[in-house]
């Protein structure tokens, strides 16, 4: 029989360790933060406009820079938030269409090849949304703007629709891509619904869509939510297919899906080429300090709701 000292440290030792991989996590995240702060300061001293409500953005000259992120937070925030309206409907009816409804075989054919979703590289999805999707969706989106234009997310843009290349061609590849992540956590919350729970409800006289609805949805809403804002992490922090779709359409943002313009991290990417002198690469951290910032609370708001869900 093992002797209870030694378990007692083996326990002391382990618990040690795995306080420690959690620090070196928080560690990490706050020198992150610290070394955009300190990398970002001095070229926000020497910014000419207000860095939070300018939409200019030049920096080609180190001594006379203006930049600020009005357009790069529209841009951001719209493609984002319109992609996250497409994917969750359908994302939350594919996991309960696989779970519920699919045969076990189908299941797991359609639970792989939607997982195989999130393998795809963004450069495909961006030249596929540029070259293929877009154009495909003119006739859609002119329709949109011209019988729902007195709706701002559906009037003139500053860039024309035709070729595609808008925030909502944009908005719907991303919806793509966040797919996946949504589903699957959809998928294994709505499975781990207890199945007592679900014959309670059908020998109460419900009908499947009723046992779903009651049952399986309310428990598996705390997982729905989650992946929900985990997505919007990662919408938010899309580069490549973003750059491609919206860098023939760069003209300043309204609020309409029919604009062009840069999101925070397409914009940084697109500017790679100035990153040879420190004060214009700082203007790109700052930029890239608020996507931080900005993906930090929307991952925070995500561990609350949740959190508070499955704790109610």
């Avoid at 996250?84 to 076990?104: C, E, H, K, R």
């Avoid at 080429?273 to 993906?295: C, R, S």
Wanted: proline content about 4%; charged content about 10%; hydrophobic content about 55%.
């Amino acid at each position: 029989m093992r002797d209870a000292g030694a378990s007692q440290r083996i326990d002391a030792i382990f618990r040690g360790l795995t306080v420690f991989a959690g620090a070196v996590i928080v560690a990490l995240i706050a020198l992150i933060g610290i070394v955009l702060v300190m990398q970002a300061t001095p070229s926000l001293m020497q910014n000419n406009v207000n860095f939070f409500t300018s939409s200019v953005w030049n920096t080609t000259d180190p001594e006379n820079m203006s930049f600020g992120i009005l357009d790069l937070l529209k841009v951001t925030v719209l493609s984002s938030i319109f992609a996250l309206v497409l994917a969750v409907p359908v994302s939350i009816g594919i996991a309960t269409f696989l779970v519920q409804y699919a045969p076990p075989r189908l299941s797991r054919t359609l639970s792989a090849l939607i997982d195989l979703l999130a393998a795809v590289p963004s450069i495909i999805y961006g030249m596929w949304g540029l070259l293929v999707l877009g154009p495909w969706m003119v006739p859609f989106a002119t329709w949109l703007n011209e019988n729902l234009n007195w709706f701002f997310l559906f009037g003139d843009g500053n860039v024309t629709i035709a070729g595609g290349g808008t925030i909502f061609t944009a908005g719907v590849v991303l919806a793509i891509m966040i797919l996946p992540i949504i589903t699957s956590m959809s998928r294994e919350t709505i499975r781990q619904t207890p199945s007592l729970h679900q014959e309670a409800a059908l020998a109460l006289g419900a009908t499947k869509w009723e046992k779903i609805r009651m049952t399986c949805f309310p428990y598996a809403k705390s997982g729905m939510i989650a992946g929900s804002m985990l997505a919007l992490g990662r919408a938010l922090g899309e580069t490549v297919a973003v750059l491609i779709i919206l860098r023939a359409a760069s003209a300043p943002s309204t609020l309409s899906l029919f604009d062009g313009g840069f999101t925070f991290a397409s914009k940084i990417a697109s500017g790679s080429a100035e990153f040879n002198h420190p004060l214009p690469t700082g203007a790109y951290i700052a930029a890239g300090l608020v996507l931080f910032i900005l993906t930090f609370i929307v991952n925070l708001i995500a561990r609350s709701v949740s959190g508070g869900k499955v704790n109610g």
